[in-house]
């Protein structure tokens, strides 16, 4: 399109920068591109639009960097690679849809230089995913930039084998196509081929490759895929050394927490079979004192102070019965949680919770459960029962909202009343002078998960805490997998 120099002139206003019409109609053609595509509820497009146009704006208006006559599409550029990520991250984009969203773009822009395509493939949003979906993500996006046909990542699983850990593109892999990653994989270098259009690149540390990225380009793409290719594969290698790293920590996890299931079990029958049953013993032995002393006690005044006496401490005994016998019942809820659903867990709270306050809270669950944690659903669980039990005994509320969902971004978790609130920090303060850590061990728990933990309440206002855990799974199955099919053969 062409532009006129004048065109290019801009003033300052008093809260954002003022652009050319021209400019902003660029601007809005672009914008364009993403507003039917499927953003999740809560603002995900206009969030992203008002940051693209932040970025454009500014960069319009001056960059130190960009000469004054190519800041039109540097600002551009930044604004796509803003909404780009934005889609990718926030979902909007997926499958073949990132493809034809990379296309539209392209009819707005020109991107003959790779700049938007290197800027979005540099996002580091992108590498805070979980790793199989950073991956996958990346792999499409590089398939839409790079003009390739086919593009995949192959790794060596537990049993030494060469398997394809993600793909993206219109063509299946070939067996041309797993040969080239078994020399990758071997720290070979594949001969140098440049007519040819297929591609191999190690992934990963020299001189052992973690992984192996190999791409078929389109016709005269080849050296366009290459490049893209070769700016994907150090973003793709620290995603995998995350995956690596999570990996390692999950397994330590699994042990701990088995371990931990084998302690919580024997404790709970030791609850059972030893203290719980001591007070039994004592409560009787007290109510046997107590006949005992009416005999031998004659005056009618005495022996209703004895009796009186003897009945608090038979009251005492009660109700220390039903604390061990409730200690008793969480310790052996959590000793049975991993042969149970998330869930199924979760509404057993829920109803001890119905019992005692007679509020029922509603329930929203959302996205794939089963990825959450051993850890982290026990850190849930009693994050969940910590808060309702504060409901009960503080909040005086009508209304309970709890929701976990998992996502792109990970685990979230909100529980929401509509109760009296409190002053946060003094009733943090207060807890933590009288040894009482509800509040803190909250934090602290989702602090030893790697998450954040966020209380919000004033008095009079309600109360809402917010929990936010990354999501783990793994990028190649522990156990041997399936041979792929047979044109990966």
Known sequence: ????????????????????????SDLGRLEAVFVDLDWPEGGGLEAARTRARERAYVAFVGHDAVEPDERWDFALRLAAAELIRSATVEGAAV??????????????????????????????????????LAVSTQLLLLAAFGRLRCVSL?????????????????????????????????????????RKLLIGLPVGRHPQPVAALVGTAQGQMRGRAQRLMSEAAPLLGAVLERDALLTNNAESERSLVQSSERKLTRLGFDLHDGPIQDVAVLAEDVRLLERQIQELVKPASARALVKGRLEDVEAQLVAIDGELRRLSGEVNSASVLLNRSFEAALRDRMGLFVLRSGIEPNLTLSGSLHLISASQQIALLNIIHECLSNIREHAAASVVDIAVSVGARGINAEIRDDGQGFDLESTLMRAAREGRMGLLAMHERVRLLGGQCRIQSVPGGGTVVSVALDLWEPLLASEPAESQSSAAR
């Not at 006129?4 to 809260?15: A, M, V």
């Not at 699983?157 to 219109?170: F, I, K, L, P, S």
């Open 95 to 132: 499958g073949s849809g990132v493809a034809d969203m990379v296309a539209a773009v392209e009819e707005v822009i020109d991107d003959s230089t790779l700049e938007l395509a290197v800027k979005v493939l540099r996002s580091p949003e992108l590498m805070m995913l979980a790793p199989p």
């Open 1 to 24: 399109m062409p532009r006129k120099q004048s065109d290019r002139t801009h003033r300052s206003g008093p809260r954002r920068p003022q652009v050319p019409r021209a400019f902003a």
């Open 154 to 194: 192959w790794m060596s699983n537990t049993t030494d084998h060469v398997e394809c850990a993600a793909r993206a593109g219109e063509a299946e892999p070939s067996r041309a196509t797993r040969i080239l990653a078994q020399t990758v994989l071997a720290g070979e270098r594949p001969e140098a081929a440049p």
